[in-house]
């Protein structure tokens, strides 16, 4: 089948698989606060000695860019630092206090909105206070987001003498139309200039977000920047799908559909770009991702040690991930926990000293299963069955396979180069809970 024909028939609403179940198909009647903390305890008792990964979700931005699709707060009042640093500091104390113990962080992530919001003097504040006496483990995964228009010197050295090895720039485009359009605004000579301080200062991998399908893009504006791209030589690219949903975020209306590629001139983008990494060198991983071989991320898809979690793809597996902040999503295993979505929301839940978990799901044992088979296929393009590929996945799986993006061996369902693309698609087949449910408004964004 042609390339076109298998877009028209796949292209489809489809979640990004960040967990299962997804979001939208969370059981929030049968949680509460008391089954999470519950559910953590029994996990951190199993998994204490590996360390947990924690997210701190920092929303503030000084601009609202028109794609974002993150839970923000624009504002230009740097006010709102300290009182929310506060309210973060205290969230880990009820933590800390839960547990009995100052967990062993493996792997911390800031992410936003502009973590790079914050100054580089409140941030060392924040994670210092988490951190205790002493600075994070050596072996920790430490790593920021940094907005290339406001992430400074300052930035750069505070963290990294915390332990901070990993940055994390978001791109998107550097066509200046585009740049108007989703008012985000960054040049080539800027993020140069971070990327060189970032290594000299001693920074192990530096990513780049990088997004096709956006308003106003086109061939050859997104070939450009992905010339400029692959001339810094980032370790890491993400190179993400353009997620329209603005029935959740207002600010994509700005534009229309007439302004956004679509179909087959939006997967020529992403054919494109595709194409061009992986000519330079880049690995692709997963779905999104691309790196050198040198990375850590590509080392350990090789190894079959590469995980995803609700902070993306990492090279670090815990079975615990604590998120601090407004929005932020908790997972211990076997029970997701959501912070309240408003700032003003989470912290008066901090204020009147209760977890801010608003939303959640307990996973049951087919939960897990599941979830266990779509981790893989997400992170190795394979699973394996151990007694025989249930009727209904054969079932949902068969055009697919017909179409030779999928193939089963036995007990192992393994996803062909060309089914690659269509990740998500695959994903799908297994996830009862959507084809139990069909949603009746549209939840998720195109699958390409």
């Given at each position: 089948?042609?390339?076109?024909?298998?877009?028209?028939?796949?292209?489809?609403?489809?979640?990004?698989?960040?967990?299962?179940?997804?979001?939208?198909?969370?059981?929030?009647?049968?949680?509460?606060?008391?089954?999470?903390?519950?559910?953590?305890?029994?996990?951190?008792?199993?998994?204490?000695?590996?360390?947990?990964?924690?997210?701190?979700?920092?929303?503030?931005?000084?601009?609202?860019?028109?794609?974002?699709?993150?839970?923000?707060?624009?504002?230009?009042?740097?006010?709102?630092?300290?009182?929310?640093?506060?309210?973060?500091?205290?969230?880990?104390?009820?933590?800390?206090?839960?547990?009995?113990?100052?967990?062993?962080?493996?792997?911390i992530h800031?992410?936003?909105?502009?973590?790079?919001?914050?100054?580089?003097?409140?941030?060392?504040?924040?994670?210092?206070?988490?951190?205790?006496?002493?600075?994070?483990?050596?072996?920790?995964?430490?790593?920021?987001?940094?907005?290339?228009?406001?992430?400074?010197?300052?930035?750069?050295?505070?963290?990294?003498?915390?332990?901070?090895?990993?940055?994390?720039?978001?791109?998107?485009?550097?066509?200046?139309?585009?740049?108007?359009?989703?008012?985000?605004?960054?040049?080539?000579?800027?993020?140069?200039?971070i990327t060189?301080?970032?290594?000299?200062?001693?920074?192990?991998?530096?990513?780049?977000?990088?997004?096709?399908?956006?308003?106003?893009?086109?061939?050859?504006?997104?070939?450009?920047?992905?010339?400029?791209?692959?001339?810094?030589?980032?370790?890491?690219?993400?190179?993400?799908?353009?997620?329209?949903?603005?029935?959740?975020?207002?600010?994509?209306?700005?534009?229309?559909?007439?302004?956004?590629?679509?179909?087959?001139?939006?997967?020529?983008?992403?054919?494109?770009?595709?194409?061009?990494?992986?000519?330079?060198?880049?690995?692709?991983i997963g779905?999104?991702?691309?790196?050198?071989?040198?990375?850590?991320?590509?080392?350990?898809?090789?190894?079959?040690?590469?995980?995803?979690?609700?902070?993306?793809?990492?090279?670090?597996?815990?079975?615990?991930?604590?998120?601090?902040?407004?929005?932020?999503?908790?997972?211990?295993?076997?029970?997701?926990?959501?912070?309240?979505?408003?700032?003003?929301?989470?912290?008066?839940?901090?204020?009147?000293?209760?977890?801010?978990?608003?939303?959640?799901?307990?996973?049951?044992?087919?939960?897990?299963?599941?979830?266990?088979?779509?981790?893989?296929?997400?992170?190795?393009?394979?699973?394996?069955?151990?007694?025989?590929?249930?009727?209904?996945?054969?079932?949902?799986?068969?055009?697919?396979?017909?179409?030779?993006?999928?193939?089963?061996?036995?007990?192992?369902?393994?996803?062909?180069?060309?089914?690659?693309?269509?990740?998500?698609?695959?994903?799908?087949?297994?996830?009862?809970?959507?084809?139990?449910?069909?949603?009746?408004?549209?939840?998720?964004?195109?699958?390409?």
């Open positions: 089948m042609e390339t076109t024909e298998l877009l028209r028939k796949y292209n489809i609403a489809a979640p990004r698989y960040t967990s299962y179940p997804t979001v939208p198909y969370w059981n929030n009647q049968h949680f509460n606060e008391g089954q999470w903390k519950s559910r953590l305890l029994s996990a951190y008792a199993q998994h204490r000695e590996e360390g947990i990964s924690l997210y701190i979700h920092l929303p503030f931005c000084e601009s609202l860019c028109t794609y974002c699709g993150c839970n923000t707060r624009i504002t230009k009042n740097h006010g709102v630092e300290l009182p929310y640093i506060e309210a973060l500091l205290q969230e880990w104390k009820m933590y800390v206090a839960l547990l009995g113990e100052q967990p062993k962080i493996k792997e800031l992410g936003g909105g502009t973590p790079t919001f914050f100054s580089a003097t409140n941030l060392q504040q924040l994670l210092q206070s988490i951190a205790g006496a002493a600075q994070f483990d050596t072996e920790a995964a430490c790593s920021f987001e940094g907005h290339p228009d406001n992430t400074t010197a300052e930035h750069l050295q505070t963290l990294y003498s915390l332990g901070f090895k990993r940055l994390s720039l978001g791109i998107q485009d550097f066509d200046p139309k585009v740049q108007y359009m989703i008012n985000r605004y960054q040049t080539p000579a800027q993020v140069k200039h060189e301080l970032a290594r000299k200062m001693g920074y192990q991998s530096i990513n780049y977000d990088l997004i096709y399908g956006l308003p106003g893009q086109n061939m050859e504006g997104l070939t450009r920047t992905i010339d400029e791209v692959i001339g810094l030589k980032p370790d890491r690219i993400a190179f993400y799908s353009y997620a329209h949903v603005p029935w959740i975020k207002a600010g994509q209306r700005h534009f229309t559909e007439a302004d956004i590629p679509q179909g087959n001139e939006k997967f020529a983008l992403y054919q494109k770009g595709r194409e061009m990494l992986v000519a330079a060198g880049y690995e692709e779905m999104d991702h691309f790196a050198l071989p040198t990375d850590s991320l590509f080392i350990a898809y090789q190894q079959n040690k590469l995980h995803r979690n609700f902070m993306g793809y990492t090279d670090q597996h815990t079975q615990i991930l604590l998120g601090l902040g407004v929005s932020s999503i908790s997972d211990c295993g076997t029970a997701f926990a959501q912070n309240a979505k408003t700032v003003e929301e989470y912290k008066q839940y901090i204020k009147d000293g209760v977890l801010a978990v608003q939303k959640g799901h307990l996973l049951d044992a087919e939960d897990l299963s599941i979830r266990r088979h779509i981790l893989s296929l997400m992170c190795q393009n394979s699973t394996c069955f151990e007694t025989e590929v249930p009727a209904q996945v054969m079932q949902r799986l068969q055009p697919m396979i017909e179409d030779r993006l999928v193939a089963i061996r036995n007990r192992e369902v393994k996803i062909l180069p060309l089914g690659r693309s269509f990740l998500r698609n695959t994903c799908m087949a297994f996830d009862d809970r959507l084809w139990q449910q069909q949603p009746q408004t549209q939840l998720f964004s195109a699958a390409i």
